[in-house]
T-cell receptor
């Protein structure tokens, strides 16, 4: 199993550009989520999904969209990038939405918005 | 709302010694789980240990153990026989309620002196 994969690993955008961060998992996990990591802030939840076709907002959803058309994929879209979205983005998955679950993280995407 | 506080930004330990990383949390849920994640320089998030709130016994994983004080809402991580490979950022995290939403602390950077 590849686990949780994310592409790209690094990306530089200009303000106002749009892009999609890809996330895929091959463990047949129901639950997937996106976090951003900023220095001194820990990781903060952006959006999450408890199954195909179901998504919800996390703590910092503004400026981001998600969709979950398949169990495997959970892309994160930046509609109009802003310098405040410069961050490291992590995708994670877990077998179900239960709080007891370990979350499996992807390797992260470092995004810089100029 | 739930919060996780890691008040020490950095700590240092001599190789082979023992170090304790502190974490406090707050939640109104009665059923919750606490986690310690390790993030080495590779950026990969790795689960170190997990504690179920309803279990009084402290969790242990090899050289890693926790001191879970439910009444004080404290969840510290003890690393025994520290090794150079333990150098990393460590995050305390809380998951409560119906979904696997993780709330992270700001993290602590642990360095290990040879």
């Amino acid at each position: 199993n590849a686990g949780v994969t994310q592409t790209p690993k690094f990306q530089v955008l200009k303000t106002g550009q749009s892009m999609t961060l890809q996330c895929a998992q091959d463990m047949n996990h129901e639950y997937m989520s996106w976090y951003r990591q900023d220095p001194g802030m820990g990781l903060r939840l952006i959006h999450y999904s408890v199954g195909a076709g179901i998504t919800d907002q996390g703590e910092v959803p503004n400026g981001y969209n998600v969709s979950r058309s398949t169990t495997e994929d959970f892309p994160l879209r930046l509609l109009s990038a802003a310098p405040s979205q410069t961050s490291v983005y992590f995708c994670a998955s877990s077998p179900t939405s239960g709080s007891y679950n370990e979350q499996f993280f992807g390797p992260g995407t470092r995004l810089t918005v100029l | 709302a739930q919060t996780v506080t890691q008040s020490q930004p950095e700590m240092s330990v001599q190789e082979a010694e023992t170090v304790t990383l502190s974490c406090t949390y707050d939640t109104s849920e009665s059923d919750y789980y606490l986690f310690w994640y390790k993030q080495p320089p590779s950026r990969q998030m790795i689960l170190v240990i997990r504690q179920e709130a309803y279990k009084q016994q402290n969790a242990t994983e090899n050289r890693f153990s926790v001191n879970f004080q439910k009444a004080a809402k404290s969840f510290s991580l003890k690393i025994s026989d520290s090794q150079l490979g333990d150098a990393a950022m460590y995050f305390c995290a809380l998951s409560a309620g119906a979904n696997s939403k993780l709330t992270f602390g700001k993290g602590i950077t642990l360095s290990v002196r040879p």
